[in-house]
Nanobody, 115 residues
């Protein structure tokens, strides 16, 4: 079973940057697609970015060109580099792993972008 722990969130001014990290336990981490989702107050959780085991990436339109997802299988870690942050990026960000037939969530981490 994979367990996920996010870090790197916080408060940043609009236009600034943050890098989120998601550390995964479990030997088979490298086989799983991984992703980032976010949930703003009063809204549903939404897809942000994903990366396959081979490194193929996909992004929500709202973050394309500003966010970059990457993974380091040797460190069992997936990253989300967030640049040019906007107040509308404020949300709790969740890391997710997709073993076959299952989605595992991290506990979430707050990102707040002030205007």
């Amino acid at each position: 079973q994979v367990q996920l722990v996010e870090s790197g969130g916080g408060l940043v001014q609009a236009g600034g940057s943050l890098r989120l990290s998601c550390a995964a336990s479990g030997r088979t981490f490298r086989r799983y697609p991984m992703g980032w989702f976010r949930q703003a107050p009063g809204k549903e959780r939404e897809f942000v970015a994903s990366i396959s085991w081979s490194g193929d990436t996909r992004y929500a339109d709202s973050v394309k060109g500003r966010f970059t997802i990457s993974r380091d299988n040797a460190k069992n870690t997936v990253y989300l580099q967030m640049n040019s942050l906007k107040p509308e990026d404020t949300a709790v960000y969740y890391c997710a792993a997709d073993p076959p037939g299952l989605r595992i969530w991290g506990q979430g981490i707050q990102v707040t972008v002030s205007s």
